[in-house]
């Protein structure tokens, strides 16, 4: 399966505050990367799917100017939490997208 | 409704017992069927894919998948503690191959 790369793995943060979330996949090239978001006990939601060199394709309800995403290479894409408040806390997960989808480690963001 | 549904549990088995994990999804063009497990706190493996009807083994996992009823199912024969976790179901969107809606996941313990 693909393997797949994400840092930071955990942040913690103040509300307010900007964080980026970087998602490389290490044995590929990911034209498209989906970014999903789980909240405590509850399934993934798909936030939006990245394309290299193009703009990210955003699911409904999720805000673009909120949640920043650049897939400026074949092998980074990168989701960038601006303004965080508490009720980002979630853990995001990267996925590029193959017949299957293999995930990225996660990273738990927890904002304070 | 939502697009793919599984009953949230716990499922409680005892230790070499066989678990059944369900699940039923609403888009009847979907394709590709998957069984994740996700241990807390980590993201989701894959354990399955499934993609014609009828059953396909794998060590002690089988799925099952029936396009007719829009069913698929996961058993898990001799359990052990270690599989303890939430297992969740994803199915492919319809029209866009490469989305995939997860359902909501059942948590399982098996009971030393």
């Known amino acids: 399966g693909a393997v797949v790369s994400q840092h930071p793995s955990w942040v913690i943060c103040k509300s307010g505050t900007s964080v980026k979330i970087e998602c490389r996949s290490l044995d590929f090239q990911a034209t498209t990367m989906f970014w999903y978001r789980q909240f405590p006990k509850q399934s993934l939601m798909l936030m939006a799917t990245s394309n290299e060199g193009s703009k990210a394709t955003y699911e409904q309800g999720v805000e673009k100017d909120k949640f920043l995403i650049n897939h400026a290479s074949l092998t980074l894409s990168t989701l960038t939490v601006t303004s965080a408040h508490p009720e980002d806390s979630s853990f995001y997960i990267c996925?590029?997208?193959?017949?299957?989808?293999?995930f990225g480690p996660g990273t738990r963001l927890t904002v304070l | 409704q939502k697009e793919v549904e599984q009953n949230s549990g716990p499922l409680s088995v005892p230790e070499g017992a066989i678990a059944s994990l369900n699940c039923t999804y609403s888009d009847r063009g979907s394709q590709s069927f998957f069984w994740y497990r996700q241990y807390s706190g980590k993201s989701p493996e894959l354990i399955m894919s499934?993609?014609?009807?009828g059953d396909k083994e794998d060590g002690r996992f089988t799925a099952q998948l029936n396009k007719a009823s829009q069913y698929v199912s996961l058993l898990i024969r001799d359990s052990q503690p270690s599989d303890s976790a939430t297992y969740l179901c994803?199915?492919?969107?319809?029209?866009?191959?490469?989305?995939?809606?997860f359902g909501s996941g059942t948590k399982l313990n098996v009971k030393p």
């Open positions: 994803a199915v492919n969107g319809v029209g866009n191959f490469n989305k995939f809606y």
């Open positions: 996925s590029p997208c193959t017949d299957t989808q293999y």
């Open positions: 499934i993609y014609s009807n």
